[in-house]
């Protein structure tokens, strides 16, 4: 890895002071916010995209199925990095919910802005649009709260999200060596989405949600082109997702061979975020602040999914369980995934208020 100097110094510098100093705090969900507005399909196209609505109702009505042959006019609902677009008044507003709550770092609304991902919407021509603007929705959030505590500095993470695709494995049982995606597809779309997360204003990059560490691979490949071709970079921050009770990514690797994997790469922090409530993560979670010589992270999700795909776990509940994390040492940053809200936020950075953040081992080489 080449060494360059910092996109921003005064911002990297100001955040490897903070998290020298105390336990830094993530926002919650997206998704789970968004959803409280109740938006239709009209609401997710806005005025700009309401052409393409008409167009795939009466392509609907006239027996094509999804709208074919009518262009962009797949159904958007459910697209949220669209409203990125088409409502960002929700987007900020939820930005600003979280930092009012406490957070200290707040998450782009691009966790499906590749054209990987957008490819299902038929909107991958938007990918850069929708990157640049989710970091600049963020920016303008942080800026206006720490315009009024300039004492706290406030950081975007511009999130790049593991694709709908993986590289590792066949989605066809019949042809085992089938791939959907090639890691050269995938280095390419997010080199493209890595540009507009720049671009918008983001202070970290952090790919996250990784199940296939060769998609994480292909991601951390096109983050060091972006970096190279301006000559210089932004501290990265890399989450895995741990997929259930087998202790292993999707791509069957544990915690501890996920961060060998990826360790070359020298991230500002490593963490795991998704798929387990925190109390399923915490062993997890306690391999890499036991082996990474890196900030550990953990935005963990609202405990399991019920029936009806909801999550239970109350703030006060979740909270708890994560004071064990800190009061053990394990952890630099927290924050939620799914089924998270402000309030959860809010409990949260309340039992990490004036506890020691975990200090990096000094991890002695094989040579050594």
């Known amino acids: 890895m080449k060494t360059l100097p910092w996109h921003n110094p005064a911002r990297a510098q100001a955040l490897q002071q903070a998290l020298a100093a105390r336990i830094l ?5 997206m998704g789970t916010m968004i959803q409280r507005h109740e938006l239709d399909e009209a ?38 990095d669209l409203l990125s677009l088409t409502r960002p008044e929700i987007i900020s507003g939820i930005h600003s919910e979280y930092l009012a ?58 999130v790049l999200g593991p694709t709908s695709r993986t590289a590792s494995l066949s989605p ?6 089938y791939r959907a995606v090639t890691f050269d597809e995938l280095r390419i779309a997010y080199r493209e989405a890595t540009d507009g997360l720049i671009d918008g204003g983001a202070d970290v990059i952090m790919v996250e949600t990784i199940f296939d560490t060769l998609n994480a691979k292909a991601a951390v490949f096109a983050v060091e082109e972006a970096f190279d071709a301006r000559g210089v ?19 069957g690797q544990t915690a501890e061979a996920f961060w060998y994997s990826l360790r070359h790469v020298q991230p500002l922090a490593i963490g795991l975020n998704c798929a387990l409530g925190a109390k399923d993560l915490r062993v997890h979670v306690d391999v890499l602040a036991q082996v990474a010589d890196a900030y550990v992270s953990a935005h963990p999700n609202a405990g ?12 006060e509940d979740m909270a708890a369980v994560l004071s064990e994390f800190v009061e053990a040492g394990l952890l630099n940053l927290v924050g ?5 809200t402000p309030a959860h936020i809010a409990a949260i950075a309340a039992v990490v208020e004036g ?13 050594a």
């Open 101 to 158: 709550a406490g957070a200290d770092l707040i998450e782009t609304n691009t966790f499906n802005s590749t054209t990987i991902s957008l490819a299902d919407y038929g909107l991958e021509h938007l990918a850069y649009e929708l990157n640049a603007t989710g970091a600049r929705l963020a920016r303008e959030a942080c800026d206006a709260a720490e315009a009024l505590d300039p004492s706290r500095p406030r950081f975007v993470i511009g």
């Open 172 to 177: 066809d049982v019949n042809r085992p060596g």
């Open 336 to 340: 939620g995934c799914c089924g998270t």
């Open 43 to 80: 609401a997710y196209r806005g005025e700009r995209f309401a052409e393409g609505y008409d167009g795939l109702r009466a392509a609907i009505e006239a027996g094509h199925e999804h709208g074919e042959g009518c262009g962009c006019a797949r159904d958007q609902r459910g697209n949220n």
């Open 304 to 315: 399991l999914p019920n029936a009806f795909g909801g999550y239970d776990e109350t703030p």
């Open 355 to 367: 506890v020691e953040p975990r200090r990096l081992p000094q991890v002695v080489s094989a040579a």
């Open 25 to 29: 705090v993530m926002d919650g969900a």
């Open 233 to 251: 970079r932004l501290p990265l921050m890399i989450s895995g997702t741990i997929t259930d009770a087998s202790g292993r990514t999707l791509s």
